[in-house]
DNA sequence: AAAAAAG
């Protein structure tokens, strides 16, 4: 399907074709599978990219690539045909494109690169083919993201994976592109159990950690992180748990106590049940209030907060009571955010929170054993009916923060009426980018499922069949993004009216120009009552939440309880940050060294025709890489994105879209090839490493004209960074890629 | 200014 192809437009197809092996799916609509020798058009596509790039850079040659990566990793079964292939060059930019297609060949996914050699040669082949392809090509591609991982999943994930992978293969075929993705998203799961699969995405990633993560997973998913620094704690003794605080150490909890009452006590409401109600008001406005010590972890973030609250001062807000201000700066410190600690949530199940028993085995499946302190925190309030502000960084558990209660509440009030046919939505969860959306629903959608309920992913990108097909079956929860979620709601195939329970996920950043009206609009569609009566909930999460979303909460939130979690922040610690002052003309080389190591790298670039640059650039240098941004189609985004959680690439080279929420374990280098906007970009971009209580290293690259502005970024984030003048060559730049 | 989000 064309639809899907969406990339039938510019850039889209302009990127389509450089990698799809045939002609893109337009092509394919039109010739339909195949046909046509696309062998033009293959050379075609690459060629726009490689036609200049290439030159400049002839060597990068193919072998070279998969060899060293092949001594890396995997690489066995492509050999065989490697061996053969003769021209990469002239394919290769394609084939950059092309492997990550080349699904097909299994074997040679294995070994990501596969097939280096062929893979341009074959790629192209392919598209000549036609007649494989219509078998093989596509197939593979889509399989290809997926087989490849499985073969080498099955090391590690095996069992979720074939979920994956089939679903994509099906469909593959119909349209491919979108509806394998949406399958793997979905449909597998779905069908076979839906906890599985999302495991599996989940997971999967992680089991590529394979080493370390299979196991962890569970543990990872959260625990980690927050074990480190929270955990400890203690906790949810909650009531008790001030005194021991003290001990923990974890100033933070701690703080919150001390905190807690503070921005609680606005909140306090909120503590509702919860006892511990940790809230530590945020802190670092009080910042300095409070107990120094512990909140050291705290105090990272309550800088970033700083800059909201500095300037407000809490304790004025806090007595102001507002729970909310809009403007200035306060947002958050309005927010007063109660800060848990880890320690708090120490003992305490999600059943004291309030989750039943199906949810609680879900969530058990997912990894989540127990609540984290963002849950801890959150969960009780959501049950009681309160619109929530949740300050967390992804991956600390903020999906499940506002996922298990939703479903929970969903429960309560739906009831019986759940699985009435055609029946409209009761909740909605909306994210800034299809990826994050899909990750969310791989979240919530398993915790839907065990107590009966829908979920359905509506997001743009992919044909409207499949998702109105849904509506029209019924569902009740909806997980997308705003552009699609308004386009369905004017064609009048969405009703909202009936939603009760509405999620921002990164809230601040969907406040920003061109989020914002979408979601004001889609909100308005809302319920504003229960069916009982009560207000309809609005809950608002993000990492850095704060008064950006003034804007919303005087609009559509009521009482809002803040919550954050202490030391959650990127600051945190694991992070080791750099700054490297570069020569303009040195950049590329630079970066280049910098992303040779073994490890998983995430390189942030200003704007998708650089982070395409850049991923070309590095594959031809025998590195393997890939590329996530708007210009290319959902399917390749999906599946690039998916190249480098299951390990068949170690480098992916993104714009900002890849800057908030995604999730993939291991990522031990972040890499800002320009340098970000602001600082809440600097903090969403280094958020991607340093997870799991593990190490990371975020490296900026400026330009010597830039170096003010960065160090502003990083004062502003409050995150210290060495920063030293560097170029090609430099012994630094192995030792970072080393790590 | 760019990116993302509908096509």
């Given at each position: 399907?064309?639809?899907?192809?969406?990339?039938?437009?510019?850039?889209?197809?302009?990127?389509?074709?450089?990698?799809?092996?045939?002609?893109?799916?337009?092509?394919?609509?039109?010739?339909?599978?195949?046909?046509?020798?696309?062998?033009?058009?293959?050379?075609?596509?690459?060629?726009?990219?490689?036609?200049?790039?290439?030159?400049?850079?002839?060597?990068?040659?193919?072998?070279?690539?998969?060899?060293?990566?092949?001594?890396?990793?995997?690489?066995?079964?492509?050999?065989?045909?490697?061996a053969g292939r003769p021209a990469r060059g002239d394919d290769r930019a394609p084939r950059s494109f092309d492997r990550n297609d080349r699904g097909p060949r299994r074997d040679d996914d294995r070994a990501p690169r596969r097939d280096s050699g062929d893979r341009a040669p074959r790629s192209f082949d392919r598209n000549d083919r036609a007649p494989r392809r219509d078998s093989d090509d596509r197939p593979r591609r889509f399989d290809r993201d997926e087989r490849a991982p499985r073969s080498?999943?099955?090391?590690?994930?095996?069992?979720?994976?074939?979920?994956?992978?089939?679903?994509?293969?099906?469909?593959?075929?119909?349209?491919?592109?979108?509806?394998?993705?949406?399958?793997?998203?979905?449909?597998?799961?779905?069908?076979?159990?839906?906890?599985?699969?999302?495991?599996?995405?989940?997971?999967?990633?992680?089991?590529?950690d394979r080493n370390d993560r299979a196991p962890r997973r569970d543990s990872d998913d959260?625990?980690?992180?927050?074990?480190?620094?929270?955990?400890?704690?203690?906790?949810?003794?909650?009531?008790?748990?001030?005194?021991?605080r003290d001990n923990d150490d974890r100033p933070r909890r701690f703080d919150r106590d001390e905190r807690a009452p503070r921005s609680f006590d606005r909140n306090a409401p909120s503590s509702h049940g919860r006892p511990d109600a940790p809230q530590a008001p945020r802190r670092a406005g009080t910042g300095s209030q409070g107990p120094s010590a512990p909140r050291r972890d705290n105090d990272e973030r309550p800088r970033r907060f700083d800059r909201d609250d500095r300037a407000p001062r809490s304790s004025d807000r806090s007595t102001e009571r507002t729970p909310f201000v809009p403007a200035d700066d306060v947002k958050l410190e309005k927010l007063q955010a109660e800060a848990t600690i880890a320690a708090d949530v120490d003992g305490v199940t999600f059943g004291d929170l309030g989750i039943g028993g199906n949810i609680s085995r879900a969530l058990a499946e997912l990894?989540?054993?127990?609540?984290?302190?963002?849950?801890?925190?959150?969960?009780?309030?959501?049950?009681?009916?309160?619109?929530?502000?949740?300050?967390?960084?992804?991956?600390?558990?903020?999906?499940?923060?506002?996922?298990?209660?939703?479903?929970?509440?969903?429960?309560?009030?739906?009831?019986?009426?759940?699985?009435?046919?055609?029946?409209?939505?009761?909740?909605?969860?909306?994210?800034?980018?299809?990826?994050?959306?899909?990750?969310i629903d791989r979240t919530v959608q398993p915790i839907a499922r065990s107590v009966g309920l829908f979920t359905t992913q509506i997001y743009g990108g992919v044909p409207y069949g499949r998702q109105e097909g849904a509506l029209e079956r019924g569902v009740d929860i909806?997980?997308?993004?705003?552009?699609?979620?308004?386009?369905?709601?004017?064609?009048?195939?969405?009703?909202?009216?009936?939603?009760?329970?509405?999620?921002?996920?990164?809230?601040?950043?969907?406040?920003?120009l061109g989020f914002l009206e979408p979601v004001q609009e889609i909100l308005r569609a809302t319920a504003e009552v229960t069916p009982q009566g009560n207000r309809a909930q609005k809950l608002l999460f993000s990492a850095t939440l704060d008064t950006q979303v003034a804007a919303l909460v005087e609009q559509f939130l009521h009482e809002p309880s803040v919550h954050e979690v202490a030391g959650e922040d990127q600051a945190s610690s694991t992070i080791d940050h750099r700054v490297l002052v570069v020569e303009q003309r040195d950049k590329d080389r630079v970066l280049e060294e910098l992303v040779a190591g073994e490890g998983k790298t995430?390189?942030?670039?200003?704007?998708?025709?650089?982070?395409?640059?850049?991923?070309?650039?590095?594959?031809?240098?025998?590195?393997?890489?890939?590329?996530?941004?708007?210009?290319?189609?959902?399917?390749?985004?999906?599946?690039?994105?998916?190249?480098?959680?299951?390990?068949?690439?170690?480098?992916?080279?993104?714009?900002?879209?890849?800057?908030?929420?995604?999730?993939?374990?291991?990522?031990?280098?972040?890499?800002?090839?320009?340098?970000?906007?602001?600082y809440k970009a600097y903090m969403h971009r280094s958020g991607r490493t340093g997870r799991a209580g593990k190490e990371g290293t975020v490296v900026t690259i400026v330009?010597?004209?830039?170096?003010?502005?960065?160090?502003?970024?990083?004062?502003?984030?409050?995150?210290?960074?060495?920063?030293?003048?560097?170029?090609?060559?430099?012994?630094?730049?192995?030792?970072?890629?080393?790590?």
């Open positions: 399907m064309a639809p899907y192809d969406k990339g039938a437009n510019s850039r889209a197809d302009r990127s389509d074709r450089a990698r799809h092996p045939n002609g893109t799916p337009a092509a394919r609509s039109a010739k339909h599978r195949g046909f046509r020798a696309p062998e033009p058009t293959a050379p075609r596509q690459k060629q726009r990219w490689d036609a200049e790039e290439r030159r400049s850079r002839p060597s990068s040659g193919e072998r070279p690539n998969w060899e060293p990566r092949d001594s890396r990793g995997s690489r066995p079964a492509w050999e065989p045909r490697g080498f999943d099955r090391n590690d994930r095996a069992p979720r994976r074939d979920d994956n992978d089939r679903a994509p293969r099906r469909s593959d075929r119909d349209d491919r592109a979108p509806r394998s993705f949406d399958r793997n998203d979905r449909a597998p799961r779905r069908d076979n159990d839906a906890p599985r699969s999302f495991n599996r995405d989940d997971r999967a990633p992680r089991s590529f959260r625990p980690r992180r927050f074990d480190r620094d929270e955990r400890a704690p203690r906790s949810f003794d909650r009531d008790d748990r001030a005194p021991r990894g989540a054993a127990s609540p984290f302190p963002i849950q801890a925190a959150t969960i009780p309030d959501v049950l009681a009916g309160k619109d929530v502000l949740g300050r967390g960084r992804t991956g600390s558990g903020k999906t499940i923060a506002f996922g298990a209660p939703l479903v929970e509440k969903l429960m309560e009030h739906g009831g019986g009426t759940k699985r009435k046919m055609g029946r409209a939505p009761r909740a909605l969860i909306l994210a800034p980018t299809r990826e994050l959306a899909l990750q909806i997980v997308g993004t705003p552009g699609r979620v308004q386009d369905l709601l004017n064609k009048g195939k969405l009703d909202l009216s009936e939603v009760v329970i509405s999620v921002l996920d990164e809230a601040d950043h969907m406040c920003d995430i390189v942030f670039a200003r704007t998708r025709a650089y982070a395409e640059r850049l991923a070309e650039q590095f594959e031809d240098a025998g590195i393997r890489a890939t590329s996530l941004h708007g210009d290319l189609n959902q399917s390749r985004r999906t599946r690039n994105l998916s190249l480098l959680t299951s390990g068949r690439v170690n480098v992916l080279v993104a714009t900002d879209v890849a800057a908030r929420g995604i999730h993939v374990d291991d990522i031990s280098l972040v890499v800002q090839a320009d340098a970000p906007d602001d330009p010597r004209s830039r170096r003010r502005k960065i160090e502003g970024i990083l004062e502003h984030a409050e995150i210290e960074a060495d920063l030293v003048e560097s170029g090609p060559g430099d012994r630094i730049l192995a030792e970072l890629a080393a790590r």
